[in-house]
């Protein structure tokens, strides 16, 4: 059984006495940065003058600096920007003025993993990956609770390494739910696993499939929208608050006696032979390698494909049944992690 740490576990010894910078001011980096204010440390915001980050970081009682200047002088910096900015952001702003002893973090260890960034060997090398939205990350910590999250140590030149990590978790709220102990390796080749396989790529394939299915055998395409992404949400509610258990409790014994024995007929050998291609291509590095060379290119596959992806029939025949759910223009949107 892995051991999950709590707050006894941590202590903010670790990280007080110097200042936190932040790196990006988005779902994780504000969150992360109002978090750590509330806990008494010293956040200082680095994010572009002008900008969405500024303008939101301000509104919310800080006083950004750019990247290079909040980063001069801190005891621990956050690079919390999307992946592909991790390398010049780290090259030209933060590697110049970080000093020797002190620590990078990031959340997702995607730009470390895969050779974006070389970090100098002076400085630690920490990881601290909330497992929820930025705004569950506060939303959370505001109520005296907390998300769970994952933490890891790539580089120790401080010997201070796994303790600043553990304070910092503590600080957004993670050991208060649990922390668990993982690696740069395991956190990055998971994350990207789950994403492509099951949670995203997987889901919407499956989703589509279903629904192109219906269509091609005659039923209205607004009847295969219900069944195959509309009660989706149900399903997820009750797997997400209490596992296969719960949705077994709350389906009917049809549904039930269905999943069993066709679940197995859709998703088979050659399914799991699919998902263990997709796991070899991020363990490698091919889809990292891909996903830098699209990137530099300026995005035209990814472009393309997204822009297919959005023009879908179950995407059109989707937005105008939704504009009948009233309960969809009231609720709260949902942040992504």
């Given amino acids: 059984m892995e051991r999950i740490y709590t707050d006894s576990d941590a202590s903010p010894k670790s990280l007080t006495g110097g200042k936190i910078a932040i790196i990006g001011y988005g779902s994780q980096g504000r969150a992360h940065a109002m978090n750590l204010r509330d806990k008494g440390f010293d956040v200082a915001i680095g994010a572009r003058p002008g900008g969405n980050a500024d303008t939101r970081a301000r509104a919310d009682g800080f006083h950004p600096t750019t990247?290079?200047?909040?980063?001069?002088?801190?005891?621990?910096?956050?690079?919390?920007?999307?992946d592909m900015t991790h390398g010049a952001l780290y090259r030209d702003d933060i590697a110049p003025n970080m000093a020797p002893g002190s620590a990078l973090l990031v959340a997702h260890g995607f730009s470390l993993h895969y050779g974006e960034i070389e970090p100098r060997h002076d400085?630690?090398?920490?990881?601290?990956?909330?497992?929820?939205?930025?705004?569950?990350?506060?939303?959370?910590?505001?109520?005296?609770?907390?998300?769970?999250?994952?933490?890891?140590?790539?580089?120790?030149?401080?010997?201070?390494?796994?303790?600043?990590?553990?304070?910092?978790?503590?600080?957004?709220g993670g050991t208060t739910a649990g922390a668990i102990e993982t690696s740069f390796a395991e956190e990055t080749e998971t994350d990207l696993f789950g994403e492509q396989a099951v949670l995203c790529g997987g889901a919407t394939e499956l989703i589509t499939a279903g629904f192109e299915t219906l269509v091609a055998e005659g039923y209205k395409p607004e009847v295969a929208y219900f069944e195959c992404l509309h009660e989706l949400k149900l399903i997820v509610d009750l797997l997400y608050?209490?596992?296969?258990?719960?949705?077994?409790?709350?389906?009917?014994?049809?549904?039930?006696?269905?999943?069993?024995?066709?679940?197995?007929?859709?998703?088979?050998?050659?399914?799991?032979?699919?998902?263990?291609?997709?796991?070899?291509?991020?363990?490698?590095?091919?889809?990292?390698?891909?996903?830098?060379?699209?990137?530099?290119?300026?995005?035209?596959?990814?472009?393309?494909?997204?822009?297919?992806?959005?023009?879908?029939?179950?995407?059109?025949?989707?937005?105008?049944?939704?504009?009948h759910m009233a309960w969809l223009n009231t609720a709260p949107k949902t942040e992504a992690a």
């Fill in 67 to 82: 990247p290079a200047e909040a980063a001069r002088g801190a005891r621990l910096i956050a690079l919390l920007t999307p």
């Fill in 123 to 172: 400085i630690d090398i920490i990881l601290v990956a909330p497992k929820g939205p930025g705004a569950l990350v506060r939303r959370e910590f505001e109520i005296g609770r907390g998300v769970p999250c994952l933490f890891a140590v790539r580089q120790d030149a401080s010997g201070e390494a796994r303790d600043r990590a553990l304070a910092y978790a503590q600080g957004i």
């Fill in 241 to 323: 608050e209490g596992g296969f258990t719960r949705m077994h409790d709350f389906i009917s014994e049809t549904a039930k006696y269905g999943d069993l024995v066709s679940g197995p007929r859709v998703i088979n050998a050659e399914t799991r032979e699919r998902m263990r291609e997709v796991l070899r291509d991020i363990r490698t590095g091919k889809f990292a390698h891909d996903w830098i060379a699209e990137n530099k290119a300026g995005k035209p596959n990814y472009t393309a494909m997204l822009d297919a992806d959005m023009a879908q029939p179950i995407e059109q025949v989707g937005a105008r049944m939704r504009r």
